[in-house]
């Protein structure tokens, strides 16, 4: 089963596969299938449009999908604010700064990153959300130093204010499959991705790739939006059932970053956008080198933590 994102749309006919395999028969569109699994025009299963029309309005999925992610952020800081943390409003509070503070991190991060990119097309710097590490950076700096701002735990408070950033994270990796950006590497797999002419795949490879685009949409790629978001909706349920038992200080965002920096860097090896960078001379990806460095830096805060714990009186 392929999803083809964008609507139904004909394809030109299929050149023979690569491996020797006989094409699909006459009138058959690749992205379709029959209850017999052979491909065919009957059954096409579509995935994300770029725009979701809501009482007449077309809103872009991209958008409607990051606004519910922070509203969805929001209720979960409330409920943990009452339940684990003093009642006093410091999660939301702690949440909005590490929203501005996310916010200003990936676009910092994208700048570096993409400085050639940006420089030929200004205007693309300005298109895109930014690049997740470094909102998760700037939002961890940002809500540090908000607690010491107003003489918190800093720890305490990131407690309480990562699960809802991790939530809010699902639902802008639903938001990249909505745009087609942080896709995956082709397959031939069961669950292939084909992302129409407006989605960001598509131009992309198109401009480096012209061999992996099939007519008005590109060939099957890995959903790994979709993976992300289905691992990082998993990975809050842990980090709100931890928050719960009022663990000590440190534990959630301790534990957040390591599981989740080590679940990128082996998703990594199956994106396949080339935007994302490369660091020490391709050998990894840019967030794969900062997936070593977090994992480094979360076991040493943990351990750290954990003596300064017993050692206290």
Not at 22 to 41: F, H, M
Not at 156 to 170: E, F, M, T
Request: aromatic letters at 8%.
């Amino acid at each position: 089963m392929h999803l083809h994102c964008g609507g139904a749309t004909s394809a030109p006919p299929a050149p023979k596969d690569p491996g020797g395999a006989a094409p699909p028969a006459a009138g058959a569109r690749r992205g379709a299938i029959l209850p017999s699994g052979q491909a065919g025009p009957e059954r096409l299963h579509e995935g994300v449009h770029p725009t979701i029309e809501i009482a007449g309005l077309s809103l872009p999925s991209y958008g409607l999908l990051c606004a519910i992610g922070v509203w969805s952020a929001y209720g979960l800081a409330h409920f943990l604010d009452k339940r684990a943390g003093d009642g006093a409003g410091v999660a939301t509070s702690g949440l909005l700064v590490a929203i501005v503070s996310a916010a200003l991190g990936s676009k910092l991060l994208q700048l570096v990153v993409e400085w050639d990119v940006v420089r030929r097309n200004p205007g693309n710097f300005f298109r895109y959300a930014g690049i997740y590490y470094g909102g998760l950076l700037g939002a961890l700096l940002g809500t540090f130093l908000y607690a010491r701002f107003k003489k918190l735990s800093p720890l305490k408070l990131l407690d309480l204010v990562v699960p809802p950033l991790v939530v809010g994270h699902v639902f802008g990796r639903l938001a990249c499959f909505a745009a087609g950006c942080c896709f995956g590497r082709p397959t031939d797999g069961p669950f292939g991705v084909m992302f129409p002419k407006a989605s960001v795949a598509f131009r992309e490879l198109r401009a480096g790739h012209g061999d992996l685009i099939d007519g008005d949409h590109t060939v099957a790629l890995l959903p790994t939006q979709l993976i992300e978001a289905c691992g990082e909706a998993v990975i809050a349920s842990v980090l709100v059932w931890l928050a719960l038992k009022r663990p000590r200080e440190g534990a959630v965002v301790f534990t957040y970053v390591m599981i989740y920096a080590s679940m990128r860097f082996v998703l990594e090896f199956f994106r396949f956008d080339p935007s994302r960078g490369t660091a020490l001379g391709g050998i990894v990806s840019t967030s794969q080198l900062i997936a070593i460095v977090t994992v480094l830096a979360g076991v040493s805060l943990l351990v750290f933590n954990r003596r300064r714990a017993v050692s206290a009186p």
